[in-house]
């Protein structure tokens, strides 16, 4: 299959729903061999394992949390016992709850922790093999625009994907002698996902202070996602690459 | 529809701006590019890519503008643009001069707003993409020369504003950071200097001018929804 992705082996963490669908999608238009894991949406997970086969993919469609280091250890195994390795891992599974600080119990604060943070140290680590082997590879966590400008962001989601950039710097300097290289996405507000749970009037005051003047679609991100862990992308690592509209 | 982008090239025959060149020109895009030395190196360019090369001192205001002039006469002006034309220079601050500091901000800066200006003038309506690239010199702290680090550091500051205003007009406005590139403007490092950008760089190498252009080339073509953002090709410096 051509395509910029060419025989990529690729798996994408939250991919049942939004921009992990997109960027699972995007990918197997570009010619990878796609993997997803999703956690409890089984209805949306069956959507997107449809869509990925309509657009010509056969997807391994994978059931568990991001936490839970036995599920990371038999997703990583499933991917590379049937792909062989893994040349391409996105970590864009993520939670958070649109809650002021006083009303966030501590539980909904761990979940986060756990969700956005130790999920793609988890995957992280039980994918590196893989790649380490082969010396070469792309990790790209998906942040938030939330991470670093003073917003309306619900703080424990923010800080969670404050962490993300912490992480993904570290860990691009770490095993960036392997070849493998490891890049923050940071969308901004789109049409598909949180969008549709926070009031209006912040949705429109985002618009109102973009540059481009709208939101951005889960498709725009996803291929700026294909571009970023394909082969064209050789010397960025470390990067925080935003795409918010200009806001 | 990259067969239909008008694109410019400010500093087209530098080591990064010919691979931006070959790469457009590739995708069907109809480039224009300018040159200010390399003339033979330029006409060679031109002939292999089908560009149109364009002898032009992004110093003087006048000559910039008189460009954008030409190719709005021939109903060519253009809804691309990728300055990549840089000016370098070492030495300590003591050794700076105001002639010094105003020569390399006259092409490292003024000429960006010079043809921001003229560009945005003659889109007519169009949307529009722009690249601009900048060295890591003015964004991290690594030993360089203030004068140099000071016109990098404005392009940034230049990407986001001008994303802000022209954001309505559906002008996209991004930066392409680039890091030691094994030739062009690193040429002038210290050996010594490079050797650590290559032990402190993540992936411990220096880049290649094809690198970098592949980057501008993507943001210039393939980008609907960033603007004022930085694309990093700095191996992880």
Known sequence: ?247 | MTDARLALVLGGSGYVGREVVRALAAAGARVAFTYQRGAALSETLAAETGARAFQTNLAEPASIRALFDTLHAEDAAPDLLVHAAVVSGTGALADVTDALWDEMHAVNVRSVYVAMQSFAARLGGRPGDVVLTAALDGIAKIPTAVHFAATQSARLGMTQALAKELGPKDVRVNLVLLGALGGGISEGLDPARLADYKRYSALQRVGTPGEAARAITRLALHNRWMTGSVLPITGGL
């Open chain 1, 1 to 247: 299959m051509s395509g910029r992705l060419a025989g990529k082996r690729c798996l994408v963490t939250g991919g049942s729903r939004n921009l992990g669908r997109a960027i699972a999608l995007a990918f197997a238009r570009e010619g990878a061999r796609v993997a997803f894991t999703y956690h409890t949406r089984e209805d949306a997970a069956e959507e997107t394992r449809a869509l990925l086969e309509a657009a010509g993919a056969s997807p391994l469609v994978l059931k568990g949390s991001v936490s839970d280091a036995a599920h990371v250890a038999a997703a990583v195994k499933a991917v590379e016992t049937a792909y062989g390795g893994i040349d391409v891992l996105v970590n864009n599974a993520a939670l958070t709850q649109v809650l002021p600080i006083a009303l966030l119990e501590e539980a909904e604060w761990d979940a986060a922790m756990d969700t956005n943070v130790k999920g793609p140290y988890l995957f992280s680590r039980a994918a590196l093999k893989s790649m380490i082997r082969a010396k070469k590879g792309h990790i790209l966590n998906v942040g938030s625009f939330g991470a670093d400008r003073v917003l309306d962001a619900p703080v424990h989601y923010a800080a969670s994907k404050a962490a993300l950039v912490g992480f993904s710097l570290a860990l691009a300097k770490e095993i960036g002698r392997y070849g493998i290289a490891v890049n923050c996405l940071v969308p901004g507000l789109l049409e598909t996902g949180l969008s549709a749970r926070l009031p209006k009037h912040r949705v429109e005051s985002y618009v109102a202070q973009a540059a481009l003047g709208r939101l951005g679609t889960v498709e725009e991100v996803a291929d700026l996602a294909a571009w970023l862990v394909s082969d064209e992308n050789s010397f960025m690592t470390g990067g925080q690459v935003v795409i918010d509209g200009g806001l």
